[in-house]
């Protein structure tokens, strides 16, 4: 029988108010139930989001330096369950083992940064235009997040948005994805261990359309940190303009790596691998385009095609296993669509192609890691997000061309660029219009405490990860204390 998890409101597991489940499979293997989950509606997301104002209260009262010592606890936990969690979030999405671990290790150090943000959550004196005044600007908490996250890191992007939302005194209503709810259940079961208090953090399991987007409509909710798809992205901003709500978002991507004709080919070969077929391609962060010199062109494309075709793909808890399956039917349908338009507008297909079925393989959604040379910049393949593992390869002659069609999408998240040239790299670096740049580094590899996040239709300008998340989690209070004991009037007295 599987197994039957709830909702997390104020403190209690609960059902839905609706009595409706949905179910969670393993998308290594189909047959492998992980769980059964609430489908929950608007009436429990209102129960949610009155338990989180009802908490923070209270939570904003609790000292930063006491919130952070929790946040270390709960650091504490995820160290102490690192291993278990990873082969859960590995059975419940089908990354490899490698990656859930570091999916966990980011959450690790997102809770320690976290812990130690409490003592710090800085603000700022100055001093006043008038005798004996004082003037501060201090941090304050702003209310109730909702907090609405892909699939892709189901550890990671949750931890990015409780952990610093909550050490700032805010309180939190969670809407994982649903195909990865069971890592959302362990991570809040985590918190409440560490000492969260109830109502402080609320899971609500359940689909977007109904569960999402009662939270982005719910007059009550001050704060959205909300991480996937651009479409459902500017949904959410429209939505949430009716309540002026303050709205974070990470978005799609379409990232390239620029392989220049100085560079060392043999790293350059090793970071493209990583960077496309990491994740099964489905990081926002993905490199999802090359950009080759022409001199090394045919040289670097052999190189690659030839490790490829070497990868193999497996269930993700398997070892030897490099490339695990895309996380479900449906997005394996669109890479396998996106396959096809790549072959309708001529792209040459060198590798994979195909919907990998062999023995075990046959259970679950897996897809060829995919090589396209020959591809135009203005071509679908090399505008569009695809999310799973379809390598564009375009041929460039210059630095300067390679930076434009680097940059001629409308995306902007993370770039990276492959050269021994000091000077290269430093245009790359002014030129590359992205949130992310990388200097003889893959696409992906982001560390917790730098900002995260990208320019153009990738996101709205926030960001999450390091000290730049709390700007999004706090309102600026500015406090002025006079000490002369009469009224001193700003701007007037001080200049007559
Ligand atoms: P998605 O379909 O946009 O879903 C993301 C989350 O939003 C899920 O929890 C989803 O719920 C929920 N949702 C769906 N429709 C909603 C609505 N109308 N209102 C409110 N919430 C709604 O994205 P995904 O397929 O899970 O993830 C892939 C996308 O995320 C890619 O585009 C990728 O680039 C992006 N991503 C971006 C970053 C970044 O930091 N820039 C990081 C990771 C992923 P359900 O799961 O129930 O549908």
């Known amino acids: 029988m599987p197994q039957i998890f709830q909702n997390f409101i104020n403190g209690k597991w609960t059902d839905s108010k609706s009595g409706r489940t949905f179910e969670n499979r393993n998308p290594a293997n189909w047959n492998d139930v992980v769980g059964i989950f609430p489908k929950s509606t608007k009436e429990d997301v209102e129960d949610a989001v009155s338990a989180a104002r009802a908490a923070f209260e209270k939570w904003r009262l609790v000292p930063a330096p006491a919130r952070g010592d929790i946040m270390r606890k709960v650091g504490d936990l995820l160290v102490k369950n690192k291993e278990e969690l990873a082969r859960e979030m590995t059975r419940e999405m089908g990354k490899v083992l490698a990656e859930t671990r570091g999916d966990v290790q980011e959450g690790i150090d997102t809770a320690y940064y976290a812990a130690t943000e409490g003592r710090r959550l800085f603000g700022h004196t100055v001093p006043s235009e008038m005798p004996d005044k004082f003037a501060m600007a201090v941090r304050v908490p702003v209310g109730v997040a909702g907090i609405i996250t892909p699939w892709n890191f189901p550890m990671e992007i949750p931890t990015w948005g409780i952990f610093p939302a909550v050490l700032a005194g805010n309180t939190v209503v969670f809407k994982p994805a649903s195909d990865t709810p069971k890592t959302a259940t362990t991570l809040v079961d985590i918190m409440m261990q560490a000492g ?28 959205i940190l909300f991480t996937g798809s651009t479409g459902v992205g500017k949904q959410i901003t429209r939505d949430a303009s009716s309540t002026l709500k303050r709205v974070s978002l990470e978005l799609g991507g379409k990232n390239a790596q620029i392989v220049m004709d100085d560079a060392d080919l043999d790293l350059a070969l090793e970071g493209v691998l990583w960077g496309a077929f990491g994740t099964t391609g489905q990081r926002c962060t993905a490199t999802s385009r090359l950009i080759l010199h022409e001199k090394i062109y045919d040289t670097f494309l052999d190189m690659l095609v030839d490790r490829t075709k070497k990868l193999k793909l497996g269930n993700g808890l398997l070892p030897g ?23 309708n507008e001529k792209a040459n297909l060198v590798c994979g192609g195909k919907i990998a079925s062999d023995g075990e393989l046959s259970k679950g959604w897996f897809y060829e890691p995919t090589i396209f040379e020959n591809v135009k910049p203005e071509m679908r393949i090399a505008q569009e997000e695809i999310f799973g593992p379809v390598l564009s390869v375009i041929r460039t002659s210059s630095l300067s061309q390679s930076i434009d069609i680097l940059n001629g999408t409308i995306y902007g998240l993370s770039s990276s660029i492959y050269t021994r040239d000091v000077n290269s790299a430093f245009k790359a670096i002014r030129d590359i219009k992205a949130g992310i740049t990388y200097i003889n580094v893959p696409t992906i590899g982001a560390e ?11 996101g709205n300008g926030h960001r999450e990860g390091g000290w730049a998340v709390y700007d999004f989690f706090t309102e600026w209070k500015s406090v002025y204390i006079d000490y002369s004991g009469k009224l001193q009037r700003a701007q007037i007295d001080n200049y007559e």
Do not use: W
Request: glycine share 18%; net charge negative; charged share 15%.
């Open 448 to 458: 917790a405490h730098l900002p995260f996040g990208g320019v153009k239709q990738t």
């Open 321 to 343: 296993s490099d490339v695990g399956p895309c996380v479900n039917e449906g997005q394996r349908n669109v890479v396998a669509s996106y396959v096809e338009i790549g072959k």
């Open 196 to 223: 969260i208090p109830e109502g402080v953090v609320n899971l609500v399991h359940g689909g977007g359309g109904e569960v999402g987007n009662a939270i982005v409509n719910n007059p009550d909710v001050d704060l």
